[in-house]
């Protein structure tokens, strides 16, 4: 299989700012902390697989409510995918896009935030990301998780420039390492 890999594109912060009213309408009723714009889409000047990806910040006592919500919006829960405190919503209309309800101060969550933020504010950093990613989706890949844990060297370099603890970059490698 191969991987789309795209230049950055604009529009991808429009699309995202559609989907994050949508969201916030859909989760009136849930106190919601935040609706973050993350992944590589969020980052100007990075190319990126043509996906939105979008965390949905809550307390944990909201975490069902904003989960029940979003499925009555349409969404499809697909369950966490092995990674604590993060849950995954599939839409199946509008913009290609991942959507994670995460508990706030999560792992996952520090991850998204703490990538997002360093490859905007280190353009070394976010080209070389971005050369990996290109590298990869040139190959003929077995699957989406040969993808991911041909990123994982870049990604740990990110999360060390990004302030992460040695602790923490080893359970976030873990849950992006291909099962052997």
């Not at 990806?53 to 697909?78: C, F, K, M, P």
């Not at 839409?91 to 101060?105: M, Q, S, T």
Request: with cysteine; charged share 25%; hydrophobic share 45%.
């Amino acid at each position: 299989m191969r991987v789309t890999v795209l230049p950055h594109d604009p529009a991808w912060r429009a699309a995202f700012e559609t989907v994050r009213a949508d969201l916030a309408g859909a989760l009136a009723g849930v106190p919601v902390a935040a609706i973050e714009h993350v992944g590589s889409t969020s980052v100007p000047g990075l190319a990126a697989k043509p996906i939105l990806d979008i965390d949905v910040v809550v307390e944990r006592a909201h975490l069902a409510a904003a989960i029940a919500a979003l499925e009555a919006a349409g969404y499809t829960h697909e369950g966490d995918k092995g990674v604590p405190d993060r849950h995954f919503l599939r839409a199946h209309e509008g913009p290609d896009r991942h959507v994670y309800v995460c508990v706030a101060g999560a792992l996952s969550l520090r991850n998204h935030l703490a990538v997002r933020d360093t490859l905007r504010a280190d353009d070394e950093l976010r080209d070389a990301y971005g050369a990996v990613k290109l590298a990869l989706a040139a190959q003929e890949l077995d699957g989406i998780e040969d993808y991911i844990d041909g990123k994982n060297d870049i990604v740990q370099r990110i999360l060390t420039a990004a302030g992460i603890t040695t602790d923490d970059r080893g359970a976030i490698l873990a849950v992006n390492r291909k099962p052997s």
